[in-house]
């Protein structure tokens, strides 16, 4: 374990939420936050599937976006910057900064949805560990319990394919 590696578990657990959290059923959920990856090419169709489904069950809900991406000169953000979590917003320890931190905690929210695997995933750990959601539902593999619903994706699964399959296990739940 490298220097980094151990100063980034000892912010994690120092600064990760304390109140306790737990399995959810989806009819005591009123607010959902949802983080996906820009960088997937059906995320667009993934973000019109998620707000559909928020309306669905009644549920007010938000898109977080992850966007790692080296832009071009000309090339512009297709998101919301208050809602998006740029390489820039990261500190040296791979956290994101305060005012990201806010907008998230700012929501109150009962659920938090993660879709994307990305290759260092310490940016979504940490923004997903230190959130107050009483249920985190997120992918296998980050290790240090902080999702209460693990699922594991395939290799080749988009977003989209994940969300469906979480929406199952959550409809299951009552």
């Given at each position: 374990?490298?220097?980094?590696?151990?100063?980034?578990?000892?912010?994690?657990?120092?600064?990760?939420?304390?109140?306790?959290?737990?399995?959810?059923?989806?009819?005591?959920?009123?607010?959902?936050?949802?983080?996906?990856?820009?960088?997937?090419?059906?995320?667009?169709?993934?973000?019109?599937?998620?707000?559909?489904?928020?309306?669905?069950?009644?549920?007010?809900?938000?898109?977080?976006?992850?966007?790692?991406?080296?832009?071009?000169e000309?090339?512009?953000?297709?998101?919301?910057?208050?809602?998006?979590?740029?390489?820039?917003?990261?500190?040296?320890?791979?956290?994101?900064?305060?005012?990201?931190?806010?907008?998230?905690?700012?929501?109150?929210?009962?659920?938090?949805?993660?879709?994307?695997?990305?290759?260092?995933?310490?940016?979504?750990?940490?923004?997903?560990?230190?959130?107050?959601?009483?249920?985190?539902?997120?992918?296998?593999?980050?290790?240090?319990?902080i999702?209460?619903i693990?699922?594991?994706?395939?290799?080749?699964?988009?977003?989209?394919?994940?969300?469906?399959?979480?929406?199952?296990?959550?409809?299951?739940?009552?």
């Open positions: 374990m490298s220097v980094k590696d151990t100063l980034r578990a000892f912010l994690l657990k120092r600064n990760r939420c304390k109140e306790p959290t737990g399995i959810v059923p989806l009819g005591k959920v009123h607010k959902v936050v949802t983080i996906m990856n820009v960088d997937d090419p059906q995320y667009d169709v993934c973000r019109d599937t998620i707000q559909a489904w928020y309306r669905k069950n009644n549920i007010r809900g938000e898109v977080f976006f992850i966007d790692f991406r080296k832009l071009i000309k090339e512009r953000l297709t998101t919301s910057i208050t809602n998006t979590i740029l390489r820039k917003d990261l500190d040296i320890f791979g956290r994101p900064k305060a005012d990201k931190m806010r907008v998230l905690e700012n929501l109150k929210a009962d659920m938090v949805i993660v879709l994307p695997t990305i290759e260092d995933s310490y940016p979504l750990d940490y923004l997903v560990a230190c959130c107050h959601a009483g249920c985190r539902v997120g992918r296998t593999g980050c290790g240090g319990g999702y209460d693990e699922l594991t994706p395939d290799k080749e699964m988009t977003q989209l394919e994940f969300f469906h399959a979480i929406i199952v296990w959550l409809e299951k739940i009552q």
